[in-house]
C-alpha cells in the first residue's frame, strides 16, 4: 500500500508550514509571509490563498545562502551582509494558483524560498511570497517533488 500522498500546508495565522502525509504532520517550520496581509490582486504585495500547486522547482543542489534572479544563481549571500533588499535565497518553489480566485499566482511569481531576512522569520514580513530559513527551505525542497499540492489558509 502507497503512503498518502505530501501536500504543504502555510498557515497565516500561525506563520508557519506544515509538510502533511495524509493528516500526520512530517515536518513543520516557520515562515513569513505578506506584511500587506493575504490578497491576489496584481502589485498588492498579498500571500494569496486557497489551493496551489508547486508548478516549478529551482535550486537543485545550490549552496544555502545562493541567490536568485529570476530563478537563476547570480551569487552567494553571507550572513554578515546587509539584508535591506528582500533576496530569493537557496531554493524556490514556484506556486502555481488551482482556483480561479488565485489563478494568476504564478503570473505575480508566488515562490516559497529562502531569505537573508531569517531574523523575521515567524512574523508577517514578506512582499507576497512564503520566505523560510535558508536551511529549513532547503529541507522542504528536498522533501517534496514539484505538482505536490498545497494549501494557504488563514
Not at 49 to 57: I, K, L, P
Not at 64 to 86: C, Y
Request: hydrophobic letters at 35%.
Amino acid at each position: 500500500m502507497q503512503p498518502p500522498p505530501r501536500k504543504i500546508q502555510v498557515s497565516l495565522a500561525r506563520q508557519e508550514l506544515k509538510l502533511l502525509e495524509g493528516e500526520e504532520v512530517v515536518a513543520a517550520w516557520p515562515v513569513s509571509t505578506s506584511k500587506f496581509g493575504p490578497g491576489t490582486e496584481p502589485g498588492s504585495h498579498k500571500t494569496p490563498m486557497g489551493r496551489f500547486r508547486v508548478a516549478e522547482r529551482h535550486g537543485d543542489g545550490a549552496p544555502l545562502g545562493t541567490i536568485f534572479k529570476s530563478r537563476q544563481p547570480v551569487g552567494l549571500w553571507n550572513s554578515g551582509d546587509p539584508a535591506e533588499v528582500d533576496h530569493v535565497l537557496t531554493r524556490i518553489l514556484w506556486l502555481e494558483g488551482l482556483e480561479e480566485q488565485n489563478a494568476n499566482t504564478k503570473d505575480r511569481y508566488i515562490y516559497i524560498h529562502g531569505t537573508n531576512q531569517e531574523e523575521l522569520i515567524g512574523q508577517p514580513a514578506s512582499i507576497g511570497c512564503v520566505r523560510m530559513r535558508n536551511a529549513d527551505v532547503a529541507a522542504l525542497y528536498d522533501l517534496v517533488p514539484e505538482g505536490v499540492e498545497v494549501e494557504i489558509v488563514a
